[in-house]
């Protein structure tokens, strides 16, 4: 099974923040790596696809980047909204297998 | 647009079996080149993946799961379903449905999920 390895596992920042989160994989995924957010009560919401390919109406301040075995998220510029929690999920091989999750929290 | 539903009890005794339905409307599972499968949360905790299948059948499980779990599809009905067996207070948890996301080739630009329910394992 590919583990995939998400840090932080929480971080506090401030509105406006730069905000980075990282997930290793066990081994080579190519780019079969997606990032999820998920607020309190509902599904999650994939924000990127293919590793660094946007979902469509995500804001812009969200990027991806990375293949292989590392990968990382990026918010450039944090906003009230974007305060949930961030789970990678590799889709290279079965088993699926999510990241810790990292909760973003207001400092 | 393609959606997916969740159905089945909130609450299950212990050591009874655990089954859940999901309905997708919006695309054929018949003819869709992707797996359909679950995945579940329980409260406070994070993402865990439990399972796929394809409209032919074939499976894949995690292998944490795997000697509890069964899921299996029903074309004529557009809905693929969740069984697991001997559950436990452990078992309790928000489970979805998601249309799975494919790999390499197969990969897709869209991304769907149920709304999930939450199932209790109490007496």
């Known amino acids: 099974d590919i583990q995939m390895t998400q840090s932080p596992s929480s971080l506090s920042a401030s509105v406006g923040d730069r905000v980075t989160i990282t997930c290793r994989a066990s081994?080579?995924?190519?780019?079969?790596l997606g990032w999820y957010q998920q607020k309190p009560g509902t599904a999650p919401k994939r924000l990127v696809y293919a590793a660094s390919s946007l979902q469509s109406g995500v804001p812009s301040r969200f990027s991806g980047s990375g293949s292989g075995t590392e990968f990382t998220l990026t918010i450039s510029s944090l906003q009230p909204e974007d305060f949930a929690t961030y789970y990678c999920l590799q889709h290279n091989s079965y088993p699926r297998t999510f990241g810790q999750g990292t909760k973003v929290e207001i400092k | 647009q393609l959606q997916l539903q969740e159905s089945g009890p909130g609450l299950v005794r212990p050591s009874e079996t655990l089954s859940l339905t999901c309905t997708v409307s919006g695309d054929s599972i018949i003819s869709s080149v992707h797996y359909w499968g679950w995945i579940r949360q329980p409260p406070g905790k994070g993402l865990e993946w439990i399972g796929c299948i394809y409209n032919s059948g074939s499976t894949f499980y995690n292998p944490s799961l795997k000697s509890r779990v069964t899921v299996s599809v029903d074309t004529s009905k557009n809905q693929f379903s969740l069984k697991v067996s001997s559950v436990t207070a452990a078992d309790t948890a928000v489970y979805y449905c998601?249309?799975?996301?494919?790999?390499?080739?197969?990969?897709?630009?869209?991304?769907?999920w149920g709304q999930g329910t939450l199932v209790t394992v109490s007496s």
């Open positions: 998601a249309r799975d996301p494919g790999s390499g080739v197969t990969s897709s630009k869209f991304d769907y």
């Open positions: 081994q080579d995924i190519r780019n079969d």
